[in-house]
């Protein structure tokens, strides 16, 4: 089956089969099974053999699902459950969110996470089958290529399995999550450990290799540390800093931090030339300055950098990009372009700094305004395209004008969004990078724009 017969195939199935309702999908996949309502009920029903499809009611609260978005096969969230979309995806069961539909407790459903699509008839197989045809087509076929930022060597082992073409953005700030290295990053942060400690390098360059030799010959765009201090330290170490911040999130973080403790971003370089040398330089590299508010933050952090590249013998080798995630960046996209060799364009931190608005506790305004009618959708959730947007387009047309061909990509939670493709390819955004359990189901999108456009 060729692509267009696949995707014929494909709509034949949804017009025989409208959904009943279609929403956002939050995690890719399709299951079919039985409603229940009732935590309790999911609880009991968990290694039966059932198929269950947990659907809470607005009488439930948060804290009592989270375990039965573990267990169940696949989960719907209504309107009321908007601030606990998140929760799913830590367990990756195929997820949908609705605005609006109901079903009762004990109603037979087909859950594509996928497209959103919310069924009453038994189509999973088939939906299934002819996903995977298209996807078998259309390989390379997609309107915009798709990358990830997953962060450890399963899965982007996983990812790259999946048909994603590189990894679009690392971030390495990932790598400090577990101990040893959270005590390390703490040390790091409160200028305890130079940039020439060897213990701190062989570890980090051990933890590289790993990362490196998943990735295999994909390009690979490290990001250096981006970090708030406050999320490591605690209140005592930050007064005897003089780190005290009202607003950490917008204080110094990203490459700040990095002219501020030069030595971290000396020794992360070293690391990865180091690991990138012992496993053959087999992949192309690029580094990626994050934070980035002014052309001379670039040029500050490349002097940076550049002797420690020298010293490794590739300083010709590896590539310095920047991420475009502050609106004045966005603003200076001409001035950044010939300075660097990558753009990554990062949504989840220009949404946040474009609407004054943390993610940290959006939800309190974000579910409130949808309910009035004051917003449409999420802007954390679906890419804002006449604010958010707007500077992106703007960002890619000043790179364009002095840079043509320069490589970027889009790094960012509204990248998995069902509209987020036709969006991308509309501006001119040639790739997109998602997490691992996301490549499959964006490119089979993708590959769904670029037959249909064709």
Known sequence: MNGHAALSRYREILERNPPACRGEGLIPGTVEGVVVRNPERV??????????????????????????????????ITKPFAGARDWPRVFGRPSVYLSGGDFAEGSWLTVD????????????????????????????????????TAVDPAEIAKAISAGAEGVGMFRSEMIYQEEPFQSLLKRLLLGEISSTANRWIEMETSRMVDVLKAAGEKPFYFRLLDVAAHEYLDPEALVELGRMEVNPMLGRRGCRLGLARPEIYRGQVRALAQAWKACGE?????????????????????????????????????????????????????????RVESVHFGTNDLTQATYALSRDDADQVVDPY?????????????????????????????????????????????????????WARRVGLRSVSVPALWVEAVRFRSALDALSSS
């Open 113 to 148: 996470g996928t497209s959103g699509g919310v069924f009453t008839q038994r189509i999973a197989e088939p939906l299934g089958e002819v996903r995977q045809a298209l996807m078998d087509s259309v390989t390379h076929m997609e309107s915009v290529s798709v990358w990830t």
């Open 282 to 338: 087999r992949a192309p590299l690029g580094l990626v300055i994050p934070g980035v508010s002014d052309p001379k933050e670039v040029d500050s952090v490349s002097r940076l950098v550049r002797p420690i590249l020298k010293s490794e013998g590739v300083l010709e080798k590896i590539s310095i990009g920047v991420m475009i995630e502050t609106p004045r960046a966005a603003l200076l996209a001409g001035e950044l372009a010939p």
């Open 43 to 76: 609880l009991r029903a968990s290694g039966t053999g059932q198929s269950i499809i947990f659907m809470p009611g607005p009488e439930h609260r948060e804290e009592d699902l989270i375990t039965c978005w573990g267990v169940a096969d696949a989960t719907v």
């Open 370 to 422: 949808i309910e009035e009618g004051i917003w449409d959708s999420d802007p954390f959730h679906q890419i804002d395209e006449d604010g958010v947007g707007r500077l992106v387009e703007m960002a890619l047309k000043e790179v364009g004008a002095i840079r043509q061909g320069l490589w970027h990509t889009w790094c960012g939670e509204q990248a998995t969004h069902p509209s987020a493709i036709r």
